[in-house]
């Protein structure tokens, strides 16, 4: 039987070019690519607004170009995506920009998804949202990565020796392992849920808002009970607690969560909770000109019923001076 003979001949890349041109080939080039040729990355969490912010840097843009290169990944059928660089991408598109520098990174899809979220996390604002998306993400490339991550079988607040995936997160963070655990589990609330949430650090006027810790706690009602107490919040227009989400979340678990449970526990008074009064805008609107502001409206409102009560007072004088 013929032994095997085993050569160690230079490639063709050793015999047709220098060292120089080797090495060179490893490093890092900045490269314009056009933009129709780069595709967004899929499910992206973090929202790309045309902001005042993005609106600054389109002058920016306009005025010196894109002076830091986006990041894009080669992928399988020969396209590009963006790993980091979308609001860069955005900017480039309101420029009226064809083409963008990119740094292209050879990178597996999980590889990417850690690189695309450490990178956006440096962001001023972030929204919960954003957060629990993006975390989820993370989560699931480190897991499919082979790395230990037991989060999702222990419960919040637990600890372990060895280091999790949420725990090395942490330190890439401003959140602890365990806020990271309540971020992902916000994935588990209705869409409507969590834009509440992302209004309670928004915190517009006149929106409903539910708070992290209670918001957290309906997480784990299913969704057919998420929807009826939509409809409570929605109808009544207020939110529940901390401590009247703990208990529903207590109920669901016991099986003994219905629509009149709901409606019991939403109907509790909470600390420190005031009666609104409430009239539709067109009962009054006849009395104000067209676009007085509902402060003043009602400023007026409250100025006219101290009037009415001072004659109402005189009036009630003049009947007892009389009799």
């Given amino acids: 039987m013929a032994k095997e003979l085993k050569l160690n001949l230079p490639s063709v890349d050793d015999l ?19 933009r129709s040729e780069i595709d967004s990355f899929p499910d992206h969490p973090f929202q790309v607004k045309v902001d005042e912010s993005m609106l600054a840097l389109v002058e920016s843009v306009k005025l010196y170009g894109i002076i830091v290169p986006v990041t894009v990944r080669l992928k399988e059928d020969g396209r590009y995506e963006y790993v980091a660089g979308h609001r860069r991408d955005k900017a480039c598109e309101l420029a009226g920009l064809d083409t963008i520098p990119c740094i292209v990174r050879q990178m597996s899809h999980d590889e990417a998804i850690i690189a695309m979220v450490d990178s956006n996390l440096q962001r001023d604002i972030i929204l919960p949202s954003e957060k629990a998306k993006s975390y989820k993400m993370r989560y699931d490339a480190m897991k499919r990565q ?18 999790r995936s949420d725990e090395q997160l ?3 963070t ?5 806020q990271i655990q309540r971020f992902i589990r916000l994935n588990e609330l209705i869409p409507q849920f969590l834009d509440m949430v992302d209004n309670s650090v928004v915190r517009d006027k006149g929106i409903l808002q539910i708070a992290m810790r209670p918001a957290v706690e309906l997480s784990y009602l299913p969704a057919e009970h998420q ?3 939509l409809e409570e919040i929605v109808g009544y ?12 979340r207590k109920f669901s678990e016991e099986n003994r969560l219905s629509d009149d449970v709901i409606h019991s526990i939403m109907q509790e008074e909470k600390p420190n909770q005031v009666e609104q009064f409430k009239m539709p805008r067109e009962r009054i609107s006849k009395f104000f000109a067209p676009g007085t502001p509902v402060e003043k409206m009602q400023a007026t409102i409250i100025k006219a019923l101290e009037y009415y009560r001072q004659r109402e007072h005189q009036r009630k004088r003049i009947r007892d001076d009389a009799r």
Avoid: C, W, Y
Wanted: hydrophobic share 30%; glycine share 4%; aromatic share 2%.
């Fill in 146 to 163: 082979g790395q230990r991550t037991d989060l999702t079988s222990r419960p919040v607040g637990a600890k372990s020796p060895i280091a």
């Fill in 16 to 34: 047709f070019t220098t060292q120089e041109e080797r090495d060179d080939a490893k490093l890092e080039k900045v490269i314009n690519i056009p």
């Fill in 227 to 229: 929807k009826i107490l």
């Fill in 237 to 248: 227009e207020r939110t529940p607690s901390h401590e009247q989400a703990i208990k529903m």
């Fill in 174 to 178: 401003e959140d602890s392992a365990r």
């Fill in 170 to 172: 942490a330190e890439k």
